[in-house]
């Protein structure tokens, strides 16, 4: 009569380890810092007193856990992660999917025209009216 052999799984040889081997002791866990030890709120990014979404209604904040910049409307009761693009086009929000490239085009180019200054030419500057 023979003993019988056992064959461990692949996966489990990783796993079991080797006797004698002393494991490295866990690393020490830093306490988290006190109040007056933490950053101060960063301030806003540029664009964030816009004129254009003041008079839309919107206003830019930073979310204190992750730090990035929400757009906040008090009227509309809204908070979103992404600018009101279509309002600065002056679209409707509702319309967007019937909204065609050609109608966005021309909306940005009409918003265009209404902020940047205009050469003697006629041509269309990059500084803008009221910076």
Same mark, same amino acid.
């Given at each position: 009569?023979?003993?019988?052999?056992? /064959?461990?799984?692949?996966? =489990?040889?990783?796993?079991?380890? %080797? %006797?004698? %081997?002393?494991? $490295?002791?866990?690393?020490?866990?830093?306490?988290?810092?006190?109040?007056?030890?933490?950053?101060?709120?960063?301030?806003?990014?540029?664009? +964030?007193?816009? $004129?254009? =979404?003041?008079? =839309?209604?919107?206003?830019? /904040?930073?979310?204190?856990?992750?730090?990035?910049?929400? /757009?906040? +409307? %008090?009227?509309? &009761?809204?908070?979103?992660?992404?600018?009101?693009?279509?309002?600065?086009?002056?679209?409707?929000?509702? &319309? /967007?999917? +019937? =909204?065609?490239?050609? $109608?966005?085009?021309? $909306?940005?180019?009409? &918003?265009?025209?209404?902020?940047?200054?205009?050469?003697?030419?006629?041509?269309?500057?990059e500084e803008l &009216?009221?910076?």
């Open positions: 009569f023979t003993k019988p052999r056992i /064959f461990a799984h692949p996966c =489990l040889l990783g796993a079991m380890g %080797k %006797k004698g %081997k002393q494991e $490295a002791p866990p690393e020490p866990v830093e306490d988290p810092p006190e109040e007056e030890e933490r950053e101060a709120t960063p301030p806003l990014p540029d664009g +964030s007193d816009s $004129a254009i =979404l003041r008079s =839309l209604g919107w206003e830019v /904040f930073i979310m204190p856990a992750t730090r990035r910049r929400y /757009f906040y +409307s %008090k009227t509309r &009761q809204e908070a979103r992660v992404q600018p009101p693009y279509h309002a600065i086009l002056g679209l409707e929000e509702s &319309q /967007f999917r +019937s =909204l065609t490239k050609d $109608a966005m085009w021309k $909306a940005f180019y009409a &918003q265009r025209v209404r902020y940047k200054r205009r050469e003697p030419n006629g041509s269309l500057s &009216q009221n910076p």
